[in-house]
C-alpha cells in the first residue's frame, strides 16, 4: 500500500489516453476472466472488482455489496446474456474512472492505493512509477 495525491485530471487524463488505458483494461479483464471463456461472470466481476477499485470490504455491510455488485452487474451487461464480454468491461471501467475523478474533484485528493488497483495506474500514469 502507499499514498498518492490526485484530483480529478489524474483519472481523466489517464481515461482519455486510449492506448494506456485499453491496455490497462485489457489486463485487468483477463486478471478477473479466472477460468479464461473471455467474458466475466457475476462471481468473476464481484470477487476481483474489489481489488481493482481499491474498495475495502470489511467497512462495508455484506447485503450492500452484494447489491452493489448487483446493480453494476446488470447494468453494464448491456445485451443481458448474463456474462460480461470485453466491450461492455470498457464501458464499465471508463465510468467508473470518470465517476471516481468527479468525486476526486479539482482539489488534490490524498488517496491509499493498493498495488494492481485501476488507481494505482492512472496514478503511474500521470507521474510514472512508484
Ligand atoms: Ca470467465
Ligand atoms: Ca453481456
Given at each position: 500500500?502507499?499514498?498518492?495525491?490526485?484530483?480529478?485530471?489524474?483519472?481523466?487524463?489517464?481515461?482519455?489516453?486510449?492506448?494506456?488505458?485499453?491496455?490497462?483494461?485489457?489486463?485487468?479483464?483477463?486478471?478477473?476472466?479466472?477460468?479464461?471463456?473471455?467474458?466475466?461472470?457475476?462471481?468473476?466481476?464481484?470477487?476481483?472488482?474489489c481489488k481493482l477499485m481499491s474498495l475495502g470490504?470489511?467497512?462495508?455491510?455484506?447485503?450492500?455489496?452484494?447489491?452493489?455488485?448487483?446493480?453494476?452487474?446488470?447494468?453494464?451487461?448491456?445485451?443481458?446474456?448474463?456474462?460480461?464480454?470485453?466491450?461492455?468491461?470498457?464501458?464499465?471501467?471508463?465510468?467508473?474512472?470518470?465517476?471516481?475523478?468527479?468525486?476526486?474533484?479539482?482539489?488534490?485528493?490524498?488517496v491509499a492505493l493498493e498495488?494492481?488497483s485501476l488507481l494505482m495506474?492512472?496514478?503511474?500514469?500521470?507521474?510514472?512509477?512508484?
Amino acid at each position: 500500500m502507499s499514498l498518492a495525491v490526485v484530483n480529478e485530471t489524474t483519472m481523466t487524463t489517464f481515461v482519455e489516453d486510449r492506448k494506456a488505458f485499453e491496455k490497462c483494461v485489457k489486463e485487468c479483464f483477463e486478471m478477473l476472466d479466472v477460468d479464461g471463456d473471455g467474458v466475466l461472470s457475476r462471481n468473476e466481476l464481484r470477487e476481483g472488482f474489489c481489488k481493482l477499485m481499491s474498495l475495502g470490504h470489511e467497512t462495508r455491510q455484506k447485503e450492500e455489496i452484494d447489491h452493489l455488485y448487483n446493480t453494476i452487474f446488470n447494468r453494464f451487461d448491456e445485451d443481458q446474456n448474463g456474462s460480461i464480454d470485453p466491450k461492455e468491461f470498457m464501458c464499465l471501467m471508463r465510468e467508473i474512472m470518470f465517476a471516481m475523478g468527479r468525486g476526486f474533484g479539482n482539489s488534490p485528493v490524498l488517496v491509499a492505493l493498493e498495488i494492481d488497483s485501476l488507481l494505482m495506474k492512472a496514478v503511474e500514469h500521470e507521474f510514472g512509477p512508484i
